[in-house]
């Protein structure tokens, strides 16, 4: 949890290493460069990477020869209370009931523990293994974020389109660039976020698919650039997941432009 919100990966780092390396604005440069520094000093002092800490988003990974149990559910939620408190995460948690915390009259909870985490998405895999993947998702993204129909045409091309056309202003809009899109393909809401959000538990940095290298090399045509600054990197990757399909003229896509501190995440093993 403390990990997941304080640190970048080894791949997240090099990333931006290469982005830095290759970008001629200087003021872009210098962006991706105080993104970068304040990440290290971050990972040193265990402390948050933004003062958005996030909300805890959380991945479960189940082999064949492993089970879990409801006591084994509220020990990870006790353990997200306790990592909030010691990262520590920002005060979010809003008291009351149904209508005042849609309106937020209640007022926020002093302890960064009481913020609950998201609920639990659980994949089977072939490892044996149980796994848990924490991932501290900002809010930016989440309003700038799109869940939408696209009427495919039976062409590929026509969905890598509307995706482009779609994150170009999110990207733009969103103003903690350069940012990782984040993408799921699936038949329904539902399915569409929670490949979204595998997508982003298990993306790699330097590791893109066809499509997904199609998708970041367009947008980044647009040359926002770092902080909507210009230059090549308004995105640094895309990691997109492709679930099953219907027979039907629409898939339904997630998107979610993520900032360039996420995905902040961590795994262990249980």
């Known amino acids: ?28 440069c210098w962006v991706m460069k105080q993104v970068l520094d304040n990440a290290l000093v971050a990972e040193e002092r265990r402390s948050p990477l933004c003062d958005d800490t996030g909300i ?19 020990e990870i939620k006790e353990g997200i209370r306790q990592g909030l408190r010691q990262l ?13 915390r849609i309106d937020q ?39 700038r974020g799109i869940t939408q ?21 999110a990207v733009s809009q969103l ?34 698919s066809d499509f997904e290298k199609r998708i970041t090399d367009r947008v980044n045509e647009s040359k926002t650039g770092p902080l909507g600054l210009g230059g090549k990197h308004s995105v640094l990757a895309t990691f997109a997941k492709i679930g099953p399909q219907r027979a039907s003229g629409v898939r339904i896509v997630a998107l979610r432009p993520c900032c360039c501190f996420e995905p902040r995440r961590a795994s262990v093993e249980l």
Not at 56 to 74: Q, R
Not at 88 to 100: C, E, L, S, T
Not at 105 to 133: F, M, Q, Y
């Open 1 to 28: 949890m403390v990990r997941a919100g304080s640190t970048f990966r080894e791949d997240q780092k090099e990333a931006y290493r290469k982005a830095i390396a290759d970008e001629q604005i200087e003021s872009s």
């Open 56 to 74: 805890p988003h959380l991945f479960l990974e189940v082999g064949p020869n492993k089970s879990i149990t409801g006591a084994l559910l509220e």
């Open 88 to 100: 520590p995460g920002r005060p979010m948690a809003i008291k009351g009931n149904d209508y005042a």
């Open 105 to 143: 009259s209640g007022g926020l909870n002093d302890d960064s523990g009481a913020l609950a985490a998201s609920p639990i998405l659980i994949k089977a895999v072939d490892e044996d293994v149980i796994r848990l993947t924490v991932m501290m998702l900002g809010g930016g993204p989440a309003i």
């Open 149 to 169: 129909r696209i009427f495919h045409k039976h062409s590929v091309d026509v969905v890598i389109e509307e995706i482009v056309n779609r994150a170009k202003p």
């Open 175 to 208: 103003g903690c660039s350069p940012c990782i899109l984040a993408i799921g393909i699936g038949r329904s809401q539902f399915e569409a976020t929670s490949l979204m959000m595998e997508a982003m538990a298990k993306g790699v940095f330097g590791v893109q």
